[in-house]
């Protein structure tokens, strides 16, 4: 069954870093997504991506952030300047439409010391 | 301002009981409502989603119920296993300017038991 895979799993990084996590959707999908999940909270929503744009974004995604699909496989999260506070599991969705259910990928640890 | 409310936080039962899981939401423009479940240190899956105008919907042993009139939906899950031990996720999407934006409880604990 296919499944959306996310790379690396655990990512260390120090504050002020950049850090780029990956993530390759279900080949047939079109929607993409990222969520973030602080330890102990709620899953946030992040921001949606479709036909090579974002769709929609939610407020926890400024200038900070960004997203591209740099080839047909591949849907990134770009983080610039770390801080402390996006210590977080990000975890990248895809879906075959806005309305259908949306796949999760296993998350990627990120950890900014 | 958008919000989703889940209870209980936490449930312990007994394997093979039967168990009820509360969602009150007051987000809009309601678009649909999703559960999940999520396993400790993975992603959720998808076990249902409905429009608002469906007020039931199965997946197995999970059946989710949902009344957008008074902005409450539960899961009920019949004869738990152990392997249904996780968090139960309930998802509101709201229609935004260009997409839909997503937004989460808390969620349920819950812990079967043999």
């Known amino acids: 069954e296919p499944e959306v895979t996310q790379t690396p799993s655990h990512q260390v990084t120090q504050m002020g870093q950049e850090v780029i996590l990956r993530c390759v959707p279900i080949s047939n999908h079109l929607y993409f997504y990222w969520y973030r999940q602080i330890l102990g909270q709620k899953v946030e929503f992040l921001v949606s991506?479709?036909?090579?744009?974002?769709?929609?974004k939610s407020e926890i995604f400024d200038d900070q952030f960004s997203v591209e699909r740099p080839d047909g496989s591949n849907f990134t999260l770009k983080i610039r300047s770390t801080k402390l506070e996006d210590s977080a599991m990000y975890f990248c969705?895809?879906?075959?439409?806005?309305?259908?259910?949306?796949?999760f990928g296993p998350g990627t640890r990120l950890t900014v010391t | 301002k958008n919000q989703v409310e889940q209870s209980p936080q936490s449930l312990i039962i007994l394997e093979g009981k039967n168990c009820t899981l509360q969602c009150n939401y007051t987000v809009s423009p309601f678009s649909n409502l999703r559960w999940y479940k999520q396993d400790t240190g993975r992603g959720p899956v998808s076990l249902t989603i409905m429009t608002f105008s469906e007020n039931t919907k199965s997946n197995g042993r999970y059946t989710a119920t949902l009344d957008a009139d008074t902005k409450q939906s539960s899961l009920h899950i019949t004869a738990s296993q152990l392997s249904d031990s996780a968090s139960y996720i309930c998802?509101?999407?709201?229609?935004?300017?260009?997409?839909?934006?997503?937004?989460f409880g808390t969620g349920t604990s819950l812990t079967v038991i043999p």
């Open positions: 969705a895809s879906s075959r439409d806005d309305v259908y259910e949306q796949y």
């Open positions: 991506f479709y036909n090579n744009e974002i769709s929609e």
């Open positions: 998802v509101v999407t709201v229609r935004a300017n260009t997409g839909n934006q997503f937004y």
